[in-house]
C-alpha cells in the first residue's frame, strides 16, 4: 500500500521541485567537498585567516564574522575546522546550503531578509543565534553572517549583525575571500566560484566594537563602517587580481528603525 504522498498541501510542480531539492540536499554537500578539495590540492592556498580564527576561538573569544553574500560558496569550506554558527536564507537554495554547512560540521540557523510573507523569519532567526550564542558565553564562538544577504541589493547590509553583538558582547570582523582564478555566477550577488589551480587567501579586518547599552544612533553609526570596510574589502580583492569589481556594491541609505524585544 503507498503512503500519503509528500507535501500534499503543493501543486504537482512544486511538490516535483521540493522532491528534486531533496535529492541536491544529499547528493551536492559530497560533490561540493569533493570540488574543494581538487581547487585547495591544486591551487596555492594561505589560510592564515582561518587559523588566526581558530586560535581566537580557542581563545574564548566571542566573534561575528561579516561577509559580502558574494563568498557564500566558498566560506563554509575555507572556514572548516571552526563550529561556526550560520544564517541560511529559507527557501530551496538556503536547504542546499544548510546542507553543505552540516556536513562540515557548521550550524546552520535558517532565516532571511526577503519581503515575501512566508519568507519574514529573519528575526526568529537573529533570536536563535543570539540563544545560540549566550549559551556558549564561556567558550567564544564565532558566528558569520552575509549582511547583503539574502536577496541583495549587493553591499547593502542590514542591521541586524549590530544587534547581534549587543546582545551577546561579541565583536565585528569582516572577512573577503580572493581568488586569482574564479567564476562569477551570473546571479544578483556574483557569487564566487574559485576555479582549479586559483591562488586563494582572505583578508580580515576589525575589530568593531559594540558597546554594551549601544542605542539606536550607535547602531546605525557602526553598520554604515562595517557597510563601508566591505566595501573597500570588495575592491581591494578585485584590484589584487587586476580586473574590476563585480558586482557594484551599494549602499544601504539608512537602517530602518525596528523594534526589538531582547531575547
Known amino acids: 500500500m503507498k503512503g500519503p504522498a509528500p507535501f500534499p498541501h503543493l501543486t504537482l510542480s512544486r511538490r516535483a521541485k521540493k522532491a528534486g531539492v531533496r535529492a541536491l540536499t544529499r547528493c551536492l554537500p559530497a560533490l561540493y567537498r569533493a570540488y574543494m578539495v581538487l581547487v585547495y590540492a591544486t591551487g596555492r592556498v594561505d589560510d592564515s585567516a582561518t587559523r588566526e580564527l581558530i586560535a581566537r576561538h580557542r581563545a574564548g573569544e566571542r566573534i561575528v564574522l561579516l561577509m559580502l553574500h558574494q563568498d557564500v560558496f566558498v566560506a563554509p569550506w575555507f572556514l572548516r575546522g571552526l563550529p561556526v554558527c550560520g544564517l541560511a536564507a529559507?527557501?530551496?537554495?538556503?536547504?542546499?546550503?544548510?546542507?553543505?554547512?552540516?556536513?562540515?560540521?557548521?550550524?546552520?540557523?535558517?532565516?532571511?531578509?526577503?519581503?515575501?510573507?512566508?519568507?519574514?523569519?529573519?528575526?526568529?532567526?537573529?533570536?536563535?543565534?543570539i540563544r545560540y550564542g549566550k549559551a556558549r558565553t564561556r567558550e567564544g564562538f564565532v558566528m558569520a553572517l552575509t549582511p547583503d544577504g539574502s536577496y541583495g541589493p549587493p553591499g547593502a547590509c542590514k542591521p541586524g549583525f549590530g544587534l547581534l553583538a549587543l546582545e551577546?558582547?561579541?565583536?565585528?570582523?569582516?572577512?573577503?575571500?580572493?581568488?586569482?582564478?574564479?567564476?562569477?555566477?551570473?546571479?544578483?550577488?556574483?557569487?564566487?566560484?574559485?576555479?582549479?589551480?586559483?591562488?586563494?587567501?582572505?583578508?580580515?579586518?576589525?575589530?568593531?566594537?559594540?558597546?554594551?547599552?549601544?542605542?539606536?544612533?550607535?547602531?546605525?553609526?557602526?553598520?554604515?563602517?562595517?557597510?563601508?570596510?566591505?566595501?573597500?574589502?570588495?575592491?581591494?580583492?578585485?584590484?589584487?587580481?587586476?580586473?574590476?569589481?563585480?558586482?557594484?556594491?551599494?549602499n544601504l541609505e539608512r537602517a530602518a528603525p525596528r523594534s526589538w524585544t531582547p531575547s
Open 168 to 250: 551577546t558582547g561579541a565583536e565585528l570582523w569582516c572577512i573577503k575571500i580572493r581568488a586569482s582564478r574564479a567564476l562569477y555566477a551570473p546571479t544578483w550577488d556574483r557569487t564566487m566560484i574559485p576555479l582549479p589551480f586559483a591562488a586563494l587567501t582572505a583578508e580580515m579586518s576589525g575589530p568593531f566594537q559594540v558597546a554594551a547599552h549601544t542605542d539606536a544612533n550607535a547602531l546605525e553609526i557602526i553598520r554604515r563602517n562595517v557597510e563601508t570596510r566591505l566595501h573597500e574589502l570588495h575592491r581591494e580583492a578585485f584590484d589584487s587580481i587586476g580586473r574590476a569589481p563585480v558586482p557594484e556594491m551599494k
Open 90 to 129: 529559507i527557501g530551496d537554495a538556503g536547504d542546499i546550503i544548510a546542507a553543505a554547512m552540516d556536513s562540515l560540521g557548521h550550524t546552520a540557523v535558517r532565516g532571511g531578509t526577503s519581503e515575501r510573507a512566508s519568507r519574514r523569519r529573519a528575526l526568529g532567526g537573529l533570536r536563535e543565534m
